[in-house]
């Protein structure tokens, strides 16, 4: 069993920034891809950024990059979310997934077999 806590969410004003955080209690971190999504009020879970199992590779949907920027720390078994320049559409609950296994990384969510709870991340304009 897998489980993922989130954390670092919060209230922030449009063009500042958050940190999230994702601490997996694994025995051996590297073995899972990693993942983050977000869930808006009334839309469906989307993808935001992935990252390899050495995290040597990262990608980010197209309505982040060049704002936030996934990372892992494959001894503290942690991955984290930097996220700049905030908007107001960046309002949603963020999600960690990790997915056993996998050669590359994953944008699709059912790609994912764990999940965290989420936490809340709020823009204000």
């Known amino acids: 069993q897998v489980l993922l806590v989130e954390s670092g969410g919060g209230l922030v004003q449009a063009g500042g920034s958050l940190r999230l955080s994702c601490a997996a209690s694994v025995r051996t971190f590297t073995t899972y891809t990693m993942g983050w999504f977000r869930q808006a009020p009334g839309k469906e879970r989307e993808f935001v950024a992935t990252?390899?199992?050495?995290?040597?590779?990262?990608y980010c949907a197209d309505s982040v990059k060049g704002r936030f920027a996934i990372s892992r720390d494959n001894v503290k078994s942690t991955v984290y979310l930097q996220m700049n320049s905030l908007k107001p559409e960046d309002t949603a609950v963020y999600y960690c997934a990790a997915r056993t296994g996998g050669t590359y990384y994953y944008t699709d969510r059912r790609a994912y077999n764990y999940w965290g709870q989420g936490t809340q991340v709020t823009v204000s304009s």
């Open positions: 990252i390899t199992r050495s995290g040597d590779a990262t």
